[in-house]
């Protein structure tokens, strides 16, 4: 990593930072060797990212050629526009994130108690209910579609905050930060140190 004072390597942030992340990017091999990039809702559950979707199409034909595939996420927290120094350059603009990229292989889950409980899994981590109406094997919708598993391979992250600044300029950016106070702002500045 070239920037290697933003790389996150420690697992657990790595996997704190999927579990919060609702939509990822999936890379697929395209049959014209292209790469072919599909949005999608997905949950990081027992090591492996899991996704539904049509048993059939693009993204599936891709997978089913070939496993490989790359899977990233990210979540913006804060910009610092040209209003944090109005006399600087427009090329000090800059967007603190947060963000994970996997390599691994696709897999078609075959056995229905992992497909019903991955879906499950989904389902807890996107409605953010105390009590989410339960998926059962015997829902004709469990039928109608594919869950797929991303086994990992490698995976990676990187935490941009301001990482390569001097403790004067953080501070600066904090206070500009606290001060502006949109979504994210204030997670960027705490987070920044």
């Not at 809702?41 to 059939?56: D, E, I, L, P, R």
């Not at 050629?65 to 910009?79: K, M």
Request: aromatic share 6%; net charge neutral; proline share 4%.
């Amino acid at each position: 990593m070239r920037r290697s004072q933003c790389e996150v390597t420690d697992k657990k942030n790595l996997e704190q930072t999927l579990r919060r992340c609702r939509i990822g990017r999936l890379a697929t091999v395209g049959a014209d060797g292209y790469p072919y990039i599909t949005p999608l809702n997905y949950v990081y559950w027992q090591g492996s990212v899991y996704f539904h979707c049509a048993h059939k199409g693009e993204k599936m034909d891709n997978l089913l050629r070939d496993d490989r595939v790359c899977f990233e996420i990210d979540i913006p927290l804060a910009y610092k526009g040209t209003d944090f120094d109005p006399q600087g350059p427009a090329c000090q603009v800059h967007q603190f994130y947060h963000s994970v990229i996997i390599r691994g292989r696709a897999q078609v889950v075959n056995t229905l108690e992992e497909k019903v409980a991955a879906l499950n899994a989904l389902m807890d981590s996107h409605e953010g209910l105390t009590v989410v109406p339960r998926i059962t094997a015997d829902m004709p919708e469990v039928k109608a579609c594919a869950v797929v598993a991303v086994r990992i391979e490698s995976l990676s992250g990187k935490s941009d905050l301001a990482q390569n600044k001097s403790e004067a300029d953080k501070e600066k950016i904090r206070q500009y930060l606290q001060k502006r106070d949109l979504p994210g702002d204030a997670e960027a500045a705490r987070l920044i140190c």
